[in-house]
């Protein structure tokens, strides 16, 4: 009985009730919103920007018709082959990148 007036005093909910949340009055516009994640909600913002990609990382070898890929990883070596007629957008962008000089000095 002491409890459940002193509740009602402070004004904490009492055991089985549900707490109202705080309502803001003026909400502000913000890019966050809150996800329901399996532990419980979680508040979450705008996803960040792609970074662009690195292709100075992969050394680029032609023979003929076949093109050989390698990248250094810290498991080894990443070795992949294509014909030409075969390449995707990101390995002609490799290409590319090995043919173009990079770094600011070869921009002057």
Do not use: Y
């Amino acid at each position: 009985m002491k409890l459940a007036i002193l509740t009602l005093l402070i004004g904490l909910p009492l055991a089985g009730e549900n707490p109202k949340p705080a309502e803001n009055p003026q909400p502000k516009a913000s890019a966050k919103r809150v996800v329901e994640t399996p532990f419980g909600p979680s508040l979450r913002g705008a996803p960040a920007p792609r970074r662009p990609a690195d292709h100075s990382l992969v050394k680029v070898e032609e023979r003929g018709d076949v093109v050989i890929f390698r990248r250094q990883t810290p498991f080894g070596d990443q070795v992949w082959q294509r014909r030409r007629a075969e390449l995707t957008p990101v390995e002609k962008e490799m290409i590319a990148a090995q043919d173009r000089p990079a770094g600011p000095a070869a921009q002057r």
